[in-house]
């Protein structure tokens, strides 16, 4: 299975406006070519992955508006704790919410079901991601693009099973200690547990940098 994070960035590494904000705001720096970049590549993924944040902040759609492909949208949750509103449930374009065997018994499960999503259990307490990963190999699943926020970005990279990274980096600084980054989480304190990405690909683009990586030990595709 490939795994590639894509994001939108400023150039010191921010994905928001601020603690807790939507990454909204950044997409006024975009017009519609980018935009339309963003849409077609959903439209080469299998699934495309973001958490319960960026449920919550932005309530994406997830879906390719250009024509072609619309990839299942899987959101991992141990908490369950998004509106049954969110855009994700409502649009008709298929979705997953992955969730943890302790939360069998929440009131959620039963609106995702009326909202004719499916649920899938992987792990106790926390969703457990190689398990969850096999399960969508079993599916045939094969691509998935992981559009998170910091934490879930910090998750695929602790698992070591990032393939590529495709930033849009936006010619502004965001600042702020406290600002979602590309990944958060707990970080590396030794040099010898970081992750190491090579340049692919560069290109200076009208509205950002369009900025290509791919993890050293992985062959070309």
């Avoid at 994905?15 to 439209?43: P, V």
């Avoid at 298929?94 to 959620?108: C, D, K, N, W, Y």
């Avoid at 998935?144 to 849009?168: A, C, H, K, P, S």
Wanted: charged share 20%.
């Amino acid at each position: 299975m490939k795994i590639t994070i894509f994001s939108q960035i400023s150039i010191d590494g921010k994905l928001t406006l601020g603690h807790g904000g939507s990454s909204k705001g950044l997409f006024q720096l975009l017009n519609d070519e980018d935009i339309q970049f963003i849409h077609q590549f959903r439209g080469k993924v299998d699934a495309i992955m973001v958490g319960r944040n960026t449920i919550v902040t932005d309530d994406p759609q997830l879906t390719n508006r250009y024509g072609g492909n619309n990839p299942l949208r899987i959101i991992p949750t141990s908490s369950l704790d998004f509106p049954d509103s969110a855009r994700v449930l409502c649009s008709p374009e298929e979705s997953l919410i992955v969730t943890t065997e302790r939360a069998r018994g929440h009131a959620m499960i039963q609106r995702i079901r009326e909202h004719g999503k499916e649920v899938l259990f992987a792990g106790v307490d926390r969703v457990d991601f190689n398990f969850l990963f096999s399960l969508l190999q079993q599916r045939g699943i094969e691509h998935i693009m992981v559009e998170g926020g910091g934490y879930l970005n910090w998750q695929m990279f602790d698992l070591d099973v990032v393939d590529d990274i495709i930033l849009m980096q936006l010619p502004i600084i965001i600042g702020g200690a406290t600002t979602t980054t590309l990944a958060d989480g707990e970080g590396y304190k030794d040099i010898n547990h970081t992750k190491a990405f090579s340049l692919h690909h560069f290109d200076a683009r009208s509205n950002y940098n369009l900025l290509h990586f791919k993890r050293m030990s992985a062959q070309t595709y």
